[in-house]
């Protein structure tokens, strides 16, 4: 008692010095138990006023206010009262309420005295808006019109606000369905559009939908209680009928059983209703179905409930709500390949920010293990993955998410849209080089977890494909080459597994729900920024490593230029595309032009995709020490050569390796002549018939062979 004593004489103290406060008057206990204290406040009015002391709307220049502290002070702020005869036909205040109580802050007022300024920071807030008042300023039609507000409410009810406005404005439908269900004093209720089903539990009614004739450009107190106030209200809003439509209708909604009646009036404002496209206020009530005692009508004093009005979610509440610019629509698609633990965390961070247009591709059923680290649940249901993610994404307010359960390699036509995105969350090396063959107009994106999901890959193939998923894997695996680090984890076999069943083949990698989502919420980032503001022609790798205290992800992110590429013929005829990035190209050219006119070389080392047949050139070893150069010949040493490709390829777990060797012509054109034709043959056999690669370096270009 002491404290809150010490606290109340500071509040007192604040409100004495403020430059606005005229006078701090005692402090007594109101009819609610509670503390309070009252204080003049000096209002600047405009100068055409002044002389008079209060402007037309009724603002004086005092104007009392009131400070009710609640048992939760100071954790809690006081409330603010004014004058019960303050003229209410403003915004930002509360009008359902008796007494009157301003809105003069955005946010929570509990909020605003924890801050820094505390008190002040209050009394700055309501003078700020008495004097808002007094210049009758409080809609700024480049804003807006603010919504009356409904806070204090009886209950809520959802609804599609484009569709009812569709059907009531343009169609002129009168009335719609409703479920609706109550909770002690509390309604709870949505409009049903055409063939949705009552949901269980749920009673159903009616709701009767009104339209201003004309513009309602004031505010009027909604601090409605009965049938008669809800009457006055409509007519001051230039709603007209309003009493004889509803009591036209009272004996069949009595028949029908209905024991209230859902009204929807739609106001037409001077401006834009902030927040939408559209200058009609939608406000919201539920009658209460009571027969007058001697007519067959509403009883004047039928209890009216005010109800809060919210949208439907859809693809632009969830676009306002999570901020982005841009949201996947029309006729652009994300193909989200693999729905378990990362890819169905991505979707669903997509989804909700607004992106529709999704097909969803896995054929597994969702089993019980899949609770620990899917971004759905269900302790019963027996569905496929796709399926449950569908749902989910419906319910969100998404409408088109088309799923193929089935396998990818069965699925003909993917991405055939250059604006399509497809993001592959599979960790399957054999979708990956299915993918890798596969004709692709769209961007793909592929996404893996390392070492117990502490590593993240996220990478996004260049403009037409001219850098590959299969590119920037070989590329992550060259990385552990140069880092022990990262190779440690990437390539560590000594991965945590556990079984998910009986059988060979049910095993998966032990890692928590919460490492997954710090991965897959800056994975859904980086694509939301990528959809918001267009993607690189450049391929993109972004590698991520979870930090030592497990609370975020330190990411990196490299772009690659388009990768050189030719393709070259077998041994056996076949055809093999070789790859080699940007720098490993600088880098075999500056160490040609290093030696000026003599024959120079190196070690090729990359990756050999033989499924997808493709080799892709990481990088170069430089000639060992024991190498010969001459004007028309280069000899390879090998002086060490074999010991780093083993620690090249121990370090890589054999992803990567020596592909073969570089040559410079620094004399002639890049054409193999018959003695490079006959060392990479004879190269071949001791590699043990290992797809082998050489390169030849010129002024002129380049040639594989």
């Known amino acids: 008692m002491e404290n809150k004593d010490y606290l109340i004489s500071l509040v007192r103290k604040f409100a004495s010095e403020h430059k606005a406060v005229n006078k701090v008057y ?67 205040i509360n009008p359902i309420i008796e007494k009157f109580n301003p809105c003069i802050f955005e946010g929570s007022l509990d909020e605003l005295i924890q801050q820094p300024l505390w008190m002040d920071g209050i009394l700055d807030q309501l003078v700020d808006w008495l004097e808002t008042s007094a210049s009758d300023s409080m809609i700024n039609p480049n804003q807006g019109w603010e919504p009356m507000r409904v806070d204090d409410n009886n209950g809520f009810i959802i609804y599609d606000r484009e569709y009812i406005l569709l059907k009531h404005m343009e169609q002129k439908t009168f009335a719609f369905e409703v479920m609706y269900k109550k909770e002690t004093n509390f309604l709870f209720s949505r409009i049903l559009k055409e063939g949705e089903d009552l949901i269980e539990s749920f009673k159903k009614s009616n709701i009767f939908c009104f339209s201003s004739a004309d513009i309602s450009g004031e505010y009027t107190p909604n601090n409605i209680k009965n049938f008669t106030e809800l009457v006055t209200f ?35 404002r001077p401006y834009k209703i902030i927040g939408t496209n559209s200058d009609i206020e939608i406000l919201h009530f539920a009658i209460e179905l009571k027969k007058h005692t001697k007519k067959d009508e509403i009883h004047q004093n039928a209890t009216v409930q005010i109800l809060a009005g919210f949208n439907f979610s859809d693809t632009k509440l969830l676009q306002q709500f999570s901020g982005v610019k841009n949201t996947i629509k029309d006729k652009q698609m994300i193909t989200q390949i ?73 699925i003909v036509n993917i991405g055939t849209s250059s604006e ?66 990262i190779a440690k984890k990437i390539t560590n076999t000594n991965i945590s597994y556990q079984s998910t069943g009986q059988g060979c083949g049910s095993f998966t990698t032990i890692c928590s729900d919460a490492t997954i989502s710090i991965s897959s919420g800056g994975m859904a980032n980086f694509i939301q920024n990528k959809i918001d503001n267009g993607f690189s ?153 290992m797809p082998t690669v050489c390169l030849i370096w010129s002024q002129s270009g380049f040639t594989f062979y």
Not at 237 to 260: D, T, Y
Request: aromatic share 8%.
């Open 234 to 268: 409509t007519k001051k809003n230039q709603i007209q009928s309003f009493k004889e439509s509803v009591n036209k209708n009272f004996i069949e909604l009595k028949r029908e059983g209905l024991s209230k009646l859902f009204i929807a009036l739609f106001i037409k």
């Open 537 to 689: 022609t450049n391929g993109e790798l972004v590698l991520g490593q979870l930090d030592e205290n497990n609370l975020g992800m330190k990411w990196k992110t490299i772009g690659f230029e388009f990768l050189e590429s030719q393709t070259i013929k077998g041994i056996e005829n076949e055809s093999w595309e070789i790859r080699i990035f940007q720098h490993v190209l600088e880098a075999i050219k500056k160490e040609s032009l290093k030696w000026n006119d003599l024959e120079t070389g190196g070690i090729l080392i990359g990756h050999i995709s033989i499924p997808t047949q493709t080799i892709i050139i990481t990088g170069q070893i430089e000639a060992p020490e024991d190498s010969k150069r001459g004007k028309i010949n280069f000899d390879l040493g090998i002086n060490g050569l074999s010991q780093k490709v083993k620690d090249i390829e121990f370090s890589s777990a054999m992803m990567i390796t020596q592909l073969g060797t570089w040559h410079s012509h620094p004399n002639s054109s890049s054409t193999p002549s018959s003695i490079d034709l006959r060392s990479k043959k004879q190269m071949f056999k001791d590699r043990n018939n």
């Open 26 to 92: 005692d402090t007594y206990i109101n009819d609610k138990d509670l503390l309070c204290f009252d204080i003049d406040i000096k209002i600047n009015l405009p100068s055409s006023f002044k002389k008079k002391g209060q402007t037309t709307k009724g603002v004086r220049n005092i104007e009392k206010a009131v400070f009710e502290f609640p048992k939760e002070f100071p954790f809690k702020s006081p409330k603010i009262y004014l004058r019960d005869d303050f003229n209410r036909n403003f915004a930002h």
């Open 338 to 410: 693999g729905c378990g633990s990362l890819g169905s965390k991505i979707a669903m961070h997509l989804a909700r920010n607004g992106n529709d247009n999704f097909i969803l591709v896995d054929n597994k059923y969702f089993v019980p293990n899949n609770n620990a680290r899917h971004a759905l649940f269900s302790s019963s249901l027996i569905d496929k993955k796709v399926g449950i993610l569908q749902k989910a994404m419906n319910e969100l307010g998404l409408n088109n998410i088309q799923i193929e359960d089935k396998s990818i390699f069965d």
């Open 420 to 485: 399509d995105i497809i993001i592959d969350s599979t960790a399957s090396m054999s979708v990956n080089n299915f993918l890798t063959k596969q004709t692709l107009s769209g961007r793909l994106i592929h996404t893996s977890l390392y070492h117990n999901g502490t590593v993240a890959f996220l990478g996004i193939e260049g403009e037409s494909r001219k850098v590959k998923i299969i590119d920037m894997i070989a590329y992550m695996y060259h990385l552990c080459t140069e880092d022990n680090e």
